[in-house]
């Protein structure tokens, strides 16, 4: 536990984000060389969410754990709590997840013993480990495949568009030189402590330069350390912002290293590039929307696509990064209340849809995936151009019974409830997705025809159903607010979007494809417009 002292804080008197990363990298090193026994160094670190700020005159408390082990290398959990003096209320400040390497004494090779979950929260914490560890080998081929695709994007960029900034006025450089405190008993500068100045560059260069308002540190992006770097090198900090989004900013940090020789040779190493994400507040504490990018050389545009491909990486990763547990949110299905109900389901996705905020992740021939983060909240906007008429469309999509056929995603779908004409409650089964069971739904289905502006509704949203409850064999999800919104374009032809506030339960469905490791929603989109647009004009089904 560490009492957080004036020194630690910055001009508001919150502890400097630039701190933690000091904090986590020294308590998660001395866990990892208590379990390997042996030296360890920093290989990569997790995005590190900063949930909470802390104060000065809190106590902050730094739990590290060995989350699992593999042949030579480790994951360490780190979580920093912070606890108020006089309340005595602990508030979760941070989580982050670092890799250590333990490096053998001479030729001696290192096999780490395995870890043995305790209790069910280290079983979860175990598989959970495995599966960060796939996405972090498959960050890089991800991050290329996301960035191939980039010049879609570049029709997105409208030279029309009012108040977009130049990136140039944003470069900020920094020089540090690694002294004994700065290093570790290996005599390698901490990570924490490169992390710590890049920090300070990085908030230089969101701030003063961009928005003119207070920055808060939300995350750091998942990075490895290339090389090291020791006492005595002089060590060079160059930050730009990369992109907004909204009420948020990415600024990108390269660090390079100099020993003397190199810097009068003017030829250093490259050890490291760091990614930062700032939400920043005005004096009424309220958040500031930052102005849009205007990429405007080759350069700009390519730190411009890197950052939306970052963010998308970001979004699938928040499943396996921080396990978070779901709150039931769905309501009681009573029958004499059958009509409020209803309406409320139609009224919730209604609002959904107005939501404003929306950003393209991705945009593939007749499909468009957008996404909106609210605080904790993620949703999902998939937009389709169907050549069928939007009467046809709506007639096939609002029969769930039928989507089993095109969405791979429902392996069984039967009425349960036929409440009436628009409204029906039907049973769902989904495929195992993650873990070791497949899950279910129980969801109400509220259509809705608005004949007079050609739009059409489907709405969905989990109910409990005395009648039907949870299975031993599935485990049972939730749907907190989902469905479709067609549009008729003309005669023949229709945008059908589907949207879905996700759940904790079902982003394991989505996260693969929002972090462009995988398809699958591309793929149950066209799909879905091969189902509508097969089907004859009486709606009976062809197989395709």
């Known amino acids: 536990a560490r009492a957080i002292q004036p020194a630690h804080a910055?001009?508001?008197?919150?502890?400097?984000?630039?701190?933690?990363?000091?904090?986590?990298?020294?308590?998660?090193?001395?866990?990892?060389?208590?379990?390997?026994?042996?030296?360890?160094?920093?290989?990569?670190?997790?995005?590190?969410?900063?949930?909470?700020?802390?104060?000065?005159?809190?106590?902050?408390?730094?739990?590290?754990?060995?989350?699992?082990?593999?042949?030579?290398?480790?994951?360490?959990?780190?979580?920093?709590?912070?606890?108020?003096?006089?309340?005595?209320?602990?508030?979760?400040?941070?989580?982050?997840?670092?890799?250590?390497?333990?490096?053998?004494?001479?030729?001696?090779?290192?096999?780490?013993?395995?870890?043995?979950?305790?209790?069910?929260?280290?079983?979860?914490?175990?598989?959970?480990?495995?599966?960060?560890?796939?996405?972090?080998?498959?960050?890089?081929?991800?991050?290329?495949?996301?960035?191939?695709?980039?010049?879609?994007?570049?029709?997105?960029?409208?030279?029309?568009?009012?108040?977009?900034?130049?990136?140039?006025?944003?470069s900020v450089q920094s020089i540090e030189l690694v002294l004994p405190p700065h290093a570790n008993h290996h005599g390698n500068t901490f990570g924490g402590q490169i992390m710590a100045w890049m920090e300070t560059v990085a908030t230089i260069s969101a701030s003063s330069r961009l928005c003119r308002a207070h920055p808060v540190l939300k995350s750091v992006d998942m990075f490895k350390f290339r090389g090291p770097s020791t006492v005595g090198d002089r060590l060079v900090f160059n930050a730009i912002v990369n992109n907004t989004f909204q009420t948020c900013v990415e600024v990108g940090v390269r660090v390079e290293a100099f020993d003397c020789q190199e810097w009068s040779e003017g030829l250093g190493r490259h050890i490291n590039s760091a990614f930062l994400i700032y939400k920043a507040v005005d004096d009424k504490e309220e958040l500031v929307t930052f102005p849009k990018i205007k990429p405007v050389s080759k350069d700009d545009f390519r730190r411009y696509c890197g950052a939306i491909a970052r963010k998308r990486?970001?979004?699938?990763?928040?499943?396996?990064?921080?396990?978070?547990?779901?709150?039931?949110?769905?309501?009681?299905?009573?029958?004499?209340?059958?009509?409020?109900?209803?309406?409320?389901?139609?009224?919730?996705?209604?609002?959904?849809?107005?939501?404003?905020?929306?950003?393209?992740t991705s945009a593939v021939e007749k499909i468009k995936i957008y996404t909106l983060e609210e605080q904790d909240i993620l949703s999902v906007w998939v937009e389709k151009h169907v050549e069928k008429p939007a009467h046809l469309a709506y007639h096939l999509l609002s029969d769930f019974t039928k989507r089993p056929l095109w969405d791979p995603h429902y392996v069984s779908c039967e009425v349960i409830d036929w409440v009436s004409e628009d409204d029906q409650i039907y049973y769902i089964t989904c495929p195992i997705a993650s873990g070791d069971k497949p899950k279910d739904l129980v969801v109400l289905v509220s259509r809705r025809s608005l004949k007079d502006s050609n739009t059409y509704t489907v709405a969905v949203k989990s109910v409990i159903l005395p009648s039907v409850p949870p299975s031993p064999q599935y485990v049972r999800s939730e749907i907190i607010c989902a469905g479709f919104l067609i549009h008729a374009i003309d005669s023949s032809s229709c945008t059908v979007s589907y949207f879905n506030q996700i759940s904790a339960s079902i982003l394991p469905y989505f996260a693969g494809n929002l972090g462009g490791w995988s398809k699958s929603i591309e793929e149950t989109a066209g799909s879905c417009i091969r189902f509508i647009e097969n089907a004859t004009d009486d709606g009976s089904i062809s197989i395709f």
Request: hydrophobic share 35%; glycine share 4%.
């Open 313 to 360: 990486i970001r979004l699938g990763r928040k499943y396996v990064i921080s396990h978070k547990q779901e709150i039931p949110l769905c309501v009681h299905w009573d029958i004499r209340n059958q009509v409020s109900l209803s309406d409320d389901n139609v009224e919730a996705f209604k609002k959904l849809v107005a939501k404003s905020g929306w950003e393209i």
């Open 10 to 170: 910055n001009s508001r008197g919150e502890l400097s984000a630039g701190q933690l990363p000091q904090v986590h990298d020294t308590t998660a090193c001395c866990k990892a060389e208590k379990h390997a026994g042996v030296s360890c160094v920093t290989a990569s670190v997790d995005d590190i969410q900063f949930e909470e700020t802390a104060r000065v005159g809190q106590v902050i408390t730094i739990k590290a754990k060995v989350t699992r082990a593999f042949s030579t290398s480790m994951e360490i959990s780190i979580k920093v709590i912070v606890q108020d003096t006089f309340t005595g209320i602990e508030k979760l400040v941070s989580v982050a997840f670092s890799t250590f390497v333990a490096k053998p004494v001479g030729k001696e090779k290192i096999h780490l013993k395995p870890v043995t979950p305790l209790t069910e929260q280290d079983h979860v914490e175990h598989n959970l480990a495995s599966e960060r560890r796939k996405v972090r080998l498959q960050h890089e081929e991800t991050f290329k495949n996301l960035m191939e695709k980039s010049s879609k994007f570049e029709d997105l960029i409208s030279d029309e568009d009012e108040g977009t900034v130049s990136t140039r006025g944003t």
